[in-house]
Nanobody, 124 residues
């Protein structure tokens, strides 16, 4: 069982930065691929970024490539999403996700564990 708790959301002006954090419980954190997804009001939840078990591989949605960076610290059971050059269209609830399968974490299909989400609001 893995529990995920996100933090770091808030209100920021366009062009600003935020860093989201996700704390994971359990001793098997390094066996999970980790990802970030987001859901804007009235829209489907969408993939944002993923990172492999060791952190050696990352994958991003085209909409955030070059602006967002995902990272992890397996010693601390933490995963991060550094968000720069934020745009109003980045406004959403951001969810942390964990899955042992790389393809699942890249697509959002049948994810093992989800966090409760943290709100990010970007004002224009």
């Amino acid at each position: 069982q893995v529990q995920l708790v996100e933090s770091g959301g808030g209100l920021v002006q366009a062009g600003g930065s935020l860093r989201l954090s996700c704390a994971a419980s359990g001793r098997t954190f390094s066996t999970y691929c980790m990802g970030w997804f987001r859901q804007a009001p009235g829209k489907e939840r969408e993939f944002v970024a993923a990172i492999s078990w060791s952190g050696s591989s990352t994958y991003y949605a085209d909409s955030v490539k070059g602006r967002f960076t995902i990272s992890r610290d397996n010693r601390k059971n933490m995963v991060y999403l550094q968000m720069n050059s934020l745009k109003p269209e980045d406004t959403a609830v951001y969810y942390c996700a964990a899955d042992t399968r790389w393809n699942n974490i890249r697509t959002g299909f049948s994810i093992d564990y989800w966090g409760q989400g943290t709100q990010v609001t970007v004002s224009s």
